[in-house]
């Protein structure tokens, strides 16, 4: 903005310059001399033989007068002019110096705000890696003594127990596995925020994946009492390069979700099928159809949301810390991946994973 105001000053000084110079050398700007006799600018000497012409009115060399003198109107002019430029050059100095030690107050303000940003921005950094080192701490040391639980009352319901006595500790069982699936999610994510995530791609059969991915889930939809249909595409390529880790993890999690709020009797359906191929990349899409309630409408925007749950109540009909769906598309992301979802209100949702594979050779 300075820069442009020196110029227009420049501009103006140089305008008026130009201008007073093209008035003062106007022709009909006249000289006097002691004679009285009118000289423009544009007559042209003439010398013939030692004399000089103006106008035609021939005189000597010698007697050419030397005292003309310009009249008063162009040197009014001129001092004009001159005080014109000067008292411009005067304001727009002295202006420049208040805009730049106002840019230097503002520059210094803008400093001090940016570092308390940076404070304040490494304040929130140090916290967050405290929280994530507290949860982590936690949720491991939790995670031990629950698995010691879980064994040995496994081995317990193995002993010579009543019915009754079997109620209970297949509650507890019950119970314990629950709780080390929250402590397991809740690794997960810490490990996710602190950035530790490591995508390692190597080469895996992706039928045997899909598999264990199944078997697993089968165990839990006959628990649920819940029909799991299962339809994979007959052109899939048995070997390919990819974080094998991380689908079957994706993969886990939407069945146990889509298992999780389907009613007893109902039916999930696992697809995966073979969108595109070629040379170097195989597409793949798997897909988990589900015959719940669907997602809410309040909760759609937020659905990948840490922690999101449609019901909020202490009293909701389906348990979870909401970190699963978060969970599967922060390992969607990480692996180059495309995760969402379709759903109608009370018709179910289904869950679409579409990866991007290479091929091995």
């Known amino acids: 903005m300075h820069n442009k105001e020196n110029q227009i000053a420049i501009y103006l000084c140089v305008s008026v310059f130009f201008t007073l110079i ?5 022709p009909t700007i006249a000289i006097e001399c002691e004679r009285k006799i009118s000289i423009r600018e544009n007559s042209t000497p003439v010398n013939h033989e030692g004399n000089t012409t103006f106008a035609g009115i021939s005189y000597p060399s010698t007697k050419m007068q030397t005292n003309a003198r310009i009249s008063s109107t162009v040197v009014y002019a001129f001092i004009f002019a001159f005080c014109l430029m000067l008292v411009s050059l005067i304001y727009f100095l002295a ?12 520059e210094q303000k803008l400093k001090a705000k940016n570092d308390k940003l940076l404070r304040v921005q490494q304040n929130l950094e140090d916290a967050l890696s405290i929280k994530t080192h507290f949860l982590a701490t936690v949720s491991h040391e939790i995670r031990t003594p629950v698995n010691g639980i879980v064994g040995m009352n496994q081995l317990l319901l193995e002993t010579g127990l009543n019915e009754k006595q079997k109620d209970y500790a ?57 029909k799991l249909e299962i339809e994979t595409s007959q052109f899939l390529p048995k070997r390919l390069i990819g974080d094998q880790h991380c689908i079957r993890q994706i993969l886990q999690k939407l069945l146990n979700n889509s298992l999780k709020f389907s009613k007893h009797g109902g039916t999930v359906t696992f697809r995966v099928t073979l969108l595109e191929s070629n040379s170097e990349y195989h ?46 598309k922060s390992m969607t992301s990480a692996i180059g991946g495309e995760l969402n979802f379709e759903s109608n209100r009370g018709k179910g949702v289904r869950f679409w994973l579409k990866v991007n594979l290479k091929n091995s050779n």
């Open 283 to 328: 597409t793949i899409r798997f897909e988990v159809e589900d015959s719940g309630p669907g997602i809410p409408d309040s909760l759609r925007d937020k659905i990948f949301t840490p922690f999101a749950q449609g019901d909020e109540s202490s009293t909701r009909e389906y348990e979870g810390l909401g970190l699963g769906l978060a969970i599967s």
């Open 22 to 26: 093209s008035f003062c050398t106007d």
């Open 170 to 226: 297949n509650i507890a069982n019950t119970c314990g596995y629950k709780l080390i699936e929250t402590v397991d999610a809740m690794l997960e994510y810490s490990s996710l925020q602190a950035g530790k995530l490591l995508i390692k791609e190597v080469d895996f059969d992706l039928r045997f994946v899909l598999n264990k991915t199944i078997q697993k889930a089968k165990k839990n939809a006959a628990k649920r009492k819940i």
């Open 95 to 106: 202006k420049n110096k208040f805009f730049s030690e106002a840019l230097n107050q503002t």
